[in-house]
């Protein structure tokens, strides 16, 4: 399984765009991009996945290069409730089982 | 909405104490996962399950045991619990990938916080 390497934490304020990167070297052909976010005391929960190119929805944008080594999450304007573990994850398609690193801990500020 | 719950929130336990954490799905995944996460170390793969009486060995066996006699439940079982145990339990489901290729999503519940003392 492909291992995932992403920076320890992040700060941010309010407004803001927020950039995540994630790098993902040995991820194979069929493997797929999947980011969890988890706030304190609950379960993480997915918010995004992709292939390649760029994916977007409600909550933020995924935008993976054409070598696919790398990926980032991207949350555009950031409120205090976007505070929480953002975790970058290589889905394997061939398998169920799923590799949690120790993700990104954002933190917003007013 | 899919709807993953543990039997607790918070547990106190003993050393050498038998432990039973249960989690139930209600959205007929076929897999079923059980993650230990702490401090540091993000969420770790214990076990997990694609089918009723099936079960794989996650990256940390060690120390636990699985049950499941049914699709929707799920229990991780201490046999002797130890303060090394101590920990946040997530329980988490998903449809099986031969069911759903592209997307798998997990579902995970609220955790349990067990301390064994």
């Known amino acids: 399984l492909a291992k995932t390497t992403q920076p320890i934490s992040m700060d941010s304020y309010e407004g803001q765009e927020v950039n995540i990167t994630c790098s993902h070297n040995?991820?194979?052909?069929?493997?797929?991009i999947t980011w969890y976010q988890q706030f304190p005391s609950q379960g993480p929960r997915f918010i995004i996945q992709?292939?390649?190119t760029k994916v977007t929805n409600e909550v933020a944008s995924l935008f993976i290069p054409a070598d696919r080594k790398s990926s980032t999450l991207s949350l555009p304007r950031v409120s205090l409730s976007d505070t929480a573990v953002y975790y970058c994850?290589?889905?394997?398609?061939?398998?169920?089982?799923?590799?949690f690193g120790t993700g990104t801990r954002l933190q917003v500020f007013p | 909405d899919v709807k993953v719950t543990q039997s607790s929130r918070y547990l106190v336990k003993r050393t050498g104490e038998k432990v039973f954490l249960e989690c139930v799905q209600d959205?007929?995944?076929?897999?079923m996962f059980w993650y230990r996460q702490d401090p540091g170390l993000g969420l770790r793969l214990i076990y997990f399950?694609?089918?009723?009486?099936?079960?794989e060995k996650g990256d940390i066996p060690e120390g636990y045991s699985v049950s499941r006699e049914k699709k929707e439940r799920f229990s991780l079982i201490l046999e002797s619990a130890s303060t090394n145990q101590t920990s946040m339990y997530l329980c988490?489901?998903?449809?099986?990938?031969?069911?759903?290729?592209?997307?798998?999503?997990?579902?995970f519940g609220p955790g349990t916080r067990l301390t064994v003392t």
């Open positions: 988490a489901s998903s449809l099986g990938y031969l069911v759903q290729r592209l997307l798998h999503e997990q579902y």
């Open positions: 994850l290589v889905d394997p398609n061939n398998t169920d089982k799923l590799i």
């Open positions: 959205m007929d995944h076929e897999n």
């Open positions: 040995n991820i194979a052909t069929n493997d797929y």
């Open positions: 399950s694609y089918d009723v009486k099936m079960k």
């Open positions: 992709g292939y390649k």
